[in-house]
């Protein structure tokens, strides 16, 4: 594309199947919380205080969220809330099953090559998802097509903002250096491309198998078309 100089990529539903990060990445996460939550460290108490901090403005607001953590855990997964602390404890739990070979994570099979070509072409790659940055790294590190973080220059998560607002896109802008209209930002959700449309930047919708069908003027069925 033209004046283009950035690829912002989406994760679930874009590089990689909506079914490997929900029957996968979610239910590892679910079955080894409770084990995770015994471990005495820094990070982890970290984690657990912000989940608290959630779990009782939840409470507030009449959610009738559950009163043990494991149990918060599991209640938030059901939902798929996009909550900054258990998308950062879920990060560690990846990491420890990344490491021990138990888990591997998958790319759809246009994406190393994309990556391959993006680079030669002088583009910058960054991810922006709601998972942690730490679980966008090791997903990155551990796919069936290799190690693909050398290709990857930035990392976003929900500290940015929210997907669905405009100003976590300028805020992307200004950390990869360029400006919002030198960016195209592929995702399988038509309110992230809306949000990241109104910040200035270019986008395409990702097709893939698994992918909820929505409508937006500009599609891409794979990368072998960007």
Do not use: C
């Amino acid at each position: 594309m033209d004046q283009v100089r950035g690829i912002l990529l989406d994760i679930e539903g874009t590089t990689t199947p909506i079914a490997f990060v929900h029957e996968v990445l979610f239910s590892y996460a679910r079955a080894h919380a409770r084990d995770f939550l015994i471990k005495d460290s820094d990070e982890v108490r970290a984690d657990v205080a912000l989940l608290r901090e959630e779990h009782a403005a939840d409470k507030r607001n009449n959610l009738q969220p559950p009163e043990s953590i494991p149990d918060y855990i599991d209640w938030l997964i059901d939902r798929d809330r996009k909550s900054t602390a258990l998308k950062s404890l879920q990060g560690k739990i990846w990491r420890q099953g990344y490491l021990d070979g138990s888990l591997k994570s998958q790319v759809f099979a246009d994406v190393a090559p994309a990556f391959e070509r993006w680079r030669r072409a002088g583009l910058k790659i960054g991810i922006f998802s709601s998972g942690s940055v730490l679980a966008q790294q090791l997903l990155f590190a551990h796919t069936d097509a290799g190690d693909l973080t050398g290709f990857i220059d930035d990392y976003f998560d929900t500290n940015v903002g929210k997907k669905g607002d405009a100003e976590s896109y300028r805020k992307i802008a200004t950390a990869m250096d360029l400006e919002p209209s030198e960016i195209l930002f592929i995702s399988d959700v038509v309110a992230e491309l809306e949000a990241a449309q109104e910040s200035g930047m270019k986008t395409l919708l990702s097709i893939r198998p698994g992918n909820a069908p929505q409508e937006w003027p500009q599609m891409t069925i794979s990368f072998d078309s960007v």
